[in-house]
């Protein structure tokens, strides 16, 4: 069976990009793969949270997974840092990534545009503690979304480099999946880009009714089609972009259609689009308040999930310690 691995940074509530691009991909894959999903709360060290919302972003997301219906029973559902094979592997592929390479990362030059107080060097290699992450489940897809396709590229990249260089086999090279189509991004409601965590512009899935509808309705449009078959403006273009996500084909029919003969009233596509999203966004909500105060439930996903990773994570780092020839002086009692 092909094994599979994905994971999100624990920095806030989930939003539709996270959802729409990830999320949803993980939940219908565990049927029919080996899964492993985690949560990236190292990475997310990176932009230096607080420690007070370190651990709480942990639970979010974890209560946020669930919610959503990963099924520990198919799945294991871990915390990155509780692996600590996965650090261990990070070094050792540190060796073999080069500086060059990481700071032409599209991710890397946007942080250091973003931030430019604190470039540090985990930013750097944020790209090799990921490949550290599929690679040491051996993983074969990575469900994520389109803003991750050049770091799946470094995973490979680097598995390529270390059987080469090692002349071992002990990596395949992990593709990145979507269900059936191309990766996917989904913009924000400000009228370009994408919908991210810190740009301000997302739906959660914890947003309630009105927040939704409030968000929505503020979403950037244009002056409206003046002539039929006229073009769409990017912020509109966006807001049939979720439409497409989240309604079904009719609904997208109708509006394209109103669009192209110019009837359109950008009021009632939002007040359908809020409609849709909040059909699919309030059944999660309502389950991520019970999951998120059920600690016992939580312990139990994670004590669960953290063995089974760690017993994938320790098969690959034996063969990877192997290959290096890499091995502790100290002898252990059955040398
Ligand atoms: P993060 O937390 O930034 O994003 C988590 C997932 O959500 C997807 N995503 C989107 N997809 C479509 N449209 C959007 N607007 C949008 N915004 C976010 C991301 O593509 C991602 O799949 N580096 C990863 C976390 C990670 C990881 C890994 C993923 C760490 N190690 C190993 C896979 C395998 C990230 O960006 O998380």
Same mark, same amino acid.
């Given at each position: 069976?092909?094994?599979?691995?994905?994971?999100?940074?624990?920095?806030?509530?989930? #939003?539709?990009?996270?959802?729409?691009?990830?999320?949803?991909?993980?939940?219908?894959?565990?049927?029919?793969?080996?899964?492993?999903?985690?949560?990236?709360?190292?990475?997310?060290?990176?932009?230096?949270? #607080?420690?007070?919302?370190?651990?709480?972003? +942990?639970?979010?997301?974890?209560?946020?997974?669930?919610?959503?219906?990963?099924?520990?029973? %198919?799945?294991?559902?871990?915390?990155?840092?509780?692996?600590?094979?996965?650090?261990?592997?990070? +070094?050792?592929?540190?060796?073999?990534?080069? %500086?060059?390479?990481?700071?032409?990362?599209?991710?890397?030059?946007?942080? +250091?545009?973003?931030?430019?107080?604190?470039?540090?060097?985990?930013?750097?290699?944020?790209?090799?503690?990921?490949?550290?992450?599929?690679?040491?489940?051996?993983?074969?897809?990575?469900?994520?979304?389109?803003?991750?396709?050049?770091?799946?590229?470094?995973?490979?990249?680097?598995?390529?480099?270390?059987?080469?260089?090692?002349?071992?086999?002990?990596?395949?090279?992990?593709?990145?999946?979507?269900?059936?189509?191309?990766?996917?991004?989904?913009?924000?409601?400000?009228?370009?880009?994408?919908?991210?965590?810190?740009?301000?512009?997302? +739906?959660?899935?914890?947003?309630?009714?009105?927040?939704?509808?409030?968000?929505?309705?503020?979403?950037?449009?244009?002056?409206?089609?003046?002539?039929?078959?006229?073009?769409?403006?990017?912020?509109?273009?966006?807001?049939?972009?979720?439409?497409?996500?989240?309604?079904?084909?009719?609904?997208?029919?109708?509006?394209?259609?109103?669009?192209?003969?110019?009837? !359109?009233?950008?009021?009632?596509?939002?007040?359908?689009?809020?409609?849709?999203?909040?059909?699919?966004?309030?059944?999660?909500?309502?389950? !991520?308040?019970?999951?998120?105060?059920?600690?016992?439930?939580?312990?139990?996903?994670?004590?669960?999930?953290?063995?089974?990773?760690?017993?994938?994570?320790?098969?690959?780092?034996?063969?990877?310690?192997?290959?290096?020839?890499?091995?502790?002086?100290?002898?252990?009692?059955?040398?």
């Amino acid at each position: 069976m092909e094994i599979v691995l994905s994971g999100i940074r624990s920095t806030g509530h989930l #939003h539709l990009g996270n959802y729409y691009g990830a999320l949803r991909n993980y939940i219908k894959m565990q049927d029919k793969y080996n899964c492993y999903f985690f949560i990236a709360d190292l990475h997310s060290l990176t932009t230096h949270p #607080h420690p007070d919302d370190f651990h709480a972003g +942990v639970r979010t997301i974890l209560a946020e997974y669930l919610a959503s219906g990963l099924d520990p029973e %198919k799945s294991a559902i871990f915390v990155q840092s509780d692996v600590p094979e996965i650090t261990e592997l990070y +070094v050792l592929l540190n060796m073999i990534a080069y %500086k060059g390479e990481l700071e032409r990362t599209t991710s890397f030059k946007d942080k +250091v545009r973003q931030n430019p107080e604190n470039v540090n060097a985990g930013l750097l290699t944020y790209p090799v503690l990921m490949a550290a992450d599929i690679l040491i489940h051996r993983a074969n897809l990575v469900p994520v979304g389109k803003d991750q396709e050049q770091h799946l590229e470094v995973a490979r990249l680097l598995a390529r480099r270390f059987n080469t260089l090692y002349n071992a086999e002990v990596f395949p090279e992990p593709q990145a999946f979507n269900f059936g189509s191309d990766l996917i991004k989904v913009p924000g409601l400000d009228g370009s880009g994408k919908m991210g965590k810190s740009e301000g512009n997302g +739906v959660y899935l914890f947003d309630d009714e009105k927040t939704i509808r409030k968000k929505v309705m503020k979403a950037v449009t244009d002056s409206g089609p003046t002539e039929p078959g006229s073009p769409m403006s990017e912020s509109v273009q966006n807001l049939f972009t979720l439409l497409k996500i989240v309604s079904d084909t009719a609904t997208v029919d109708h509006f394209t259609k109103s669009y192209n003969d110019c009837s !359109i009233r950008y009021g009632d596509l939002k007040k359908q689009l809020a409609e849709d999203i909040c059909k699919q966004t309030l059944p999660i909500k309502a389950r !991520i308040e019970e999951i998120y105060k059920d600690e016992a439930y939580l312990q139990t996903v994670v004590k669960r999930g953290t063995e089974m990773a760690r017993e994938s994570a320790q098969a690959t780092m034996k063969e990877v310690k192997k290959a290096v020839g890499f091995k502790s002086f100290l002898k252990s009692d059955d040398q």
